[in-house]
């Protein structure tokens, strides 16, 4: 129950494509789903985060989607760069504030 | 100011030996925790430290395993006879404990390898 579970585990994506990357999670008391960015050799970084009492939030290029009911949220990144070439992990917050992280989406896109 | 520091930035040590992970926090950030990282896989919490409270050991894999955070800042993660499947990159990350959304920002991670 404690799972969030992210697919695709890879995926390649033209530059200026949308790059969609989708999680699903079972704990109801989640309340707080980040997504994170990480480079090689470096630790991970916020890149935008959605509470569940909104259906949507747009930083930029970036916009997580949230679907309460099929407890299920992804990451759209529109007008995709190489420079966006990373690993993505989504995550969900626990009581506590202990993260539980999905294994991770390694994003590259084609110049 | 400067973020979360870890060190050292890479160990290689023998199997059986014991090591020592240091992470600095972001000075003023009252939450520190410590993840693992296994080639390929999404990040595994081990242990969480919250002020003065008693930590939240829940996620260590083996009483191999333990921390410790001195003076509320510095963490040491200690790993005792190490074993091949402890190879990981090991991630610190701190945050404000009462912030909304708590963002954990993270260290650059300790690579270890135990041949």
């Known amino acids: 129950q404690q799972q969030v579970k992210q697919s695709p585990q890879s995926l390649i994506v033209q530059k200026g494509g949308i790059s969609i990357i989708n999680c699903a999670y079972e704990?109801?008391?989640?309340?707080?789903f980040p997504w994170y960015q990480q480079f090689p050799g470096k630790g991970p970084a916020l890149l935008i985060a959605?509470?569940?009492?909104?259906s949507e939030k747009k930083e930029g290029r970036f916009t997580i989607s949230f679907n309460k009911s099929a407890k299920q949220f992804s990451l759209h990144i529109m007008d995709s760069q190489p420079g966006d070439s990373a690993t993505y992990f989504c995550a969900a917050l626990v009581y506590g504030n202990k993260l539980v992280f999905g294994a991770g989406t390694i994003l590259r896109v084609k110049s | 100011g400067a973020g979360v520091s870890q060190s050292p930035s890479n160990k290689v040590t023998e199997k059986g030996k014991d090591v020592e992970l240091r992470c600095d926090p972001i000075s003023g950030h009252t939450a520190l925790y410590w993840y693992r990282q296994s080639l390929g896989q999404g990040l595994e919490f081990l242990i969480y430290f919250q002020g003065n409270s008693a930590p939240d050991k829940s996620g260590l894999p083996s009483d191999r395993f333990s921390a410790e955070r001195t003076g509320g800042s510095v963490s040491t993660l200690t790993i005792q006879r190490t074993q091949q499947e402890d190879s990981a990159v090991y991630l610190c990350?701190?945050?404000?404990?009462?912030?909304?959304?708590?963002?954990?920002?993270f260290g650059p991670g300790t690579r270890l390898t135990v041949l």
């Open positions: 959605i509470r569940p009492d909104v």
């Open positions: 990350a701190s945050s404000y404990r009462d912030r909304l959304g708590n963002e954990q920002f």
């Open positions: 704990n109801t008391a989640f309340d707080y």
